[in-house]
T-cell receptor, first 114, second 112 residues
Framework: NAGVMQNPRHLVRRRGQEARLRCSPM?????VYWYRQLPEEGLKFMVY????????ESGMPKERFSAEFPKEGPSILRIQQVVRGDSAAYFC????????????FGPGTRLLVL | KNQVEQSPQSLIILEGKNCTLQ??????????LRWYKQDTGRGPVSLTI?????NTKSNGRYTATLDADTKQSSLHITASQLSDSASYIC???????????FGSGTRLLVRP
């Protein structure tokens, strides 16, 4: 039973480029959450999605960031026109039906913006 | 403001020794508190979860306590092993049970 998978594990982008981060939840999980971890800080909630729906995006910057969880395929976190401050580790987590259930985390994508 | 603070920031102990990590939170209303272990370069892995009515929860050599009145929790590790070297993160959820609020973690290093 594969866990939460994220790819790529490491991503290097130059300022102004786009970054696409992918997350495949655990089998049978329909709830996906994205978190960002800046250096030396704790993880911060960004967005909560169910299939084809954004439930809560209150932690996501209003500009340049977007997330989706299509009916088929992985969840995507997209960052347009990246800036150096976007350099961080981005973690995806998934849970089964109940949002209060334990969230299982993926290994993260480490984004470095040059 | 909802916050989770942990102490110490880092800790070095010898293999076989016990240690206790602390967590204070100001999250209100309170739903549950979890302790996660995060190895370097990996995602967090859940160790324990407690609701406000639970005082203690064990998972092998890990024992978590919760005092909902003083809003404090601790994680006690018994007979430490080298593989316990990791960051231990206290995580609290409030009225939105899915919106986890993370502490900055305690970095534990177990030396032989």
């Amino acid at each position: 039973n594969a866990g939460v998978m994220q790819n790529p594990r490491h991503l290097v982008r130059r300022r102004g480029q786009e970054a696409r981060l992918r997350c495949s939840p655990m089998k049978g999980h329909s709830h996906v959450y994205w978190y960002r971890q800046l250096p030396e800080e704790g993880l911060k909630f960004m967005v909560y999605l169910q299939k084809e729906n954004i439930i809560d995006e209150s932690g996501m910057p209003k500009e340049r960031f977007s997330a989706e969880f299509p009916k088929e395929g992985p969840s995507i976190l997209r960052i347009q026109q990246v800036v150096r401050g976007d350099s961080a580790a981005y973690f995806c987590a998934s849970s089964p039906g109940q949002p209060s259930a334990t969230q299982y985390f993926g290994p993260g994508t480490r984004l470095l913006v040059l | 403001k909802n916050q989770v603070e942990q102490s110490p920031q880092s800790l070095i102990i010898l293999e076989g020794k016990n240690c206790t990590l602390q967590c204070n939170y100001t999250v209100s209303p309170f739903s549950n508190l979890r302790w996660y272990k995060q190895d370097t370069g990996r995602g967090p892995v859940s160790l324990t979860i407690m609701t406000f009515s639970e005082n203690t929860k064990s998972n092998g050599r890990y024992t978590a306590t919760l005092d909902a009145d003083t809003k404090q929790s601790s994680l006690h590790i018994t007979a430490s092993q080298l593989s316990d070297s990791a960051s231990y993160i206290c995580v609290v959820s409030g009225d939105s049970s899915y919106k986890l609020i993370f502490g900055s973690g305690t970095r534990l290093l177990v030396r032989p």
